[in-house]
């Protein structure tokens, strides 16, 4: 079955520190993966996506992330922390046989910074 | 062009009552898709329609649970006899009609229902 798994619930750093947030899949063939971001109360808002090509993927508010085919992996990352990061995350993804946008998403990941 | 909208942003019912929520996609967008978010949990997909028509309705709860999106109007996700456990956010999201294989969807800010 298709799944994402984001194995962190909750991931506290300092302001300033490096970041990464995990997050795994399982699909039959190369998926299409994407991480939103969940402020309080709102709605989502989209990071970055990886549809093909290059696996470094870069998007808004300095965030990339890395598609690993081998780990079946695809982490987010961010340099250097700002509070204004701390968020939900969520990881997601469909088939690569799925012609809509019908997606299955991770867990979350919830960010808390430490000033 | 706004962005999806749904409303209302909150919405409180009591045990037996319905809950109408409403989810007008962007401008241009002919697929809707509805999710639920219970709480401390990710987002899990309900159902996918077009204009009048269910394409995808394998996420949705076999009871009580129904979903439109007429030609007219905006999309209307209900929920008869409201019990406790509907209480979640629910999320709406759009995508062009020309959906391809690279299309992403668009959420909007969703509609946290409380079943008091």
């Known amino acids: 079955a298709q799944s994402v798994t984001q194995p962190d619930i909750h991931i506290t750093v300092s302001e300033g520190a490096s970041l990464e947030l995990r997050c795994n899949y399982s699909?039959?063939?190369?998926?299409?993966l994407f991480w939103y971001v969940q402020s309080p109360g709102q709605g989502l808002q989209l990071l970055l996506k990886y549809f093909s090509g290059d696996t470094l993927v870069q998007g808004i508010k300095g965030f990339e992330a890395e598609f690993k085919r081998s780990q079946s992996s695809f982490n987010l990352r961010k340099p250097s922390v700002h509070w204004s990061d701390a968020a939900e995350y969520f990881c997601?993804?469909?088939?690569?046989?799925?012609?809509?946008?019908?997606?299955?998403f991770g867990q979350g990941t919830i960010l808390t910074v430490h000033p | 062009n706004a962005g999806v909208m749904q409303n209302p942003r909150h919405l409180v019912r009591r045990r037996g009552q319905e809950a109408r929520l409403r989810c007008s996609p962007m401008k241009g967008h002919s697929h809707v898709y509805w999710y639920r978010q219970l709480p401390e949990e990710g987002l899990k997909f309900m159902v996918y329609?077009?204009?009048?028509?269910?394409?995808?309705e394998s996420g949705m709860p076999k009871e009580r649970f129904s979903a439109e999106f007429p030609k007219e109007g905006p999309s209307i996700l209900r929920i008869q006899q409201v019990v406790r456990g509907d209480s979640a956010a629910y999320f709406c999201?759009?995508?062009?009609?020309?959906?391809?294989?690279?299309?992403?969807?668009?959420f909007g800010q969703g509609t946290r229902l409380t079943v008091v």
């Open positions: 997601a993804g469909k088939g690569g046989g799925t012609s809509y946008g019908k997606l299955t």
């Open positions: 999201a759009s995508s062009p009609s020309n959906t391809g294989m690279n299309t992403e969807a668009f």
């Open positions: 329609l077009q204009k009048e028509n269910i394409i995808d």
């Open positions: 699909y039959g063939a190369t998926p299409y």
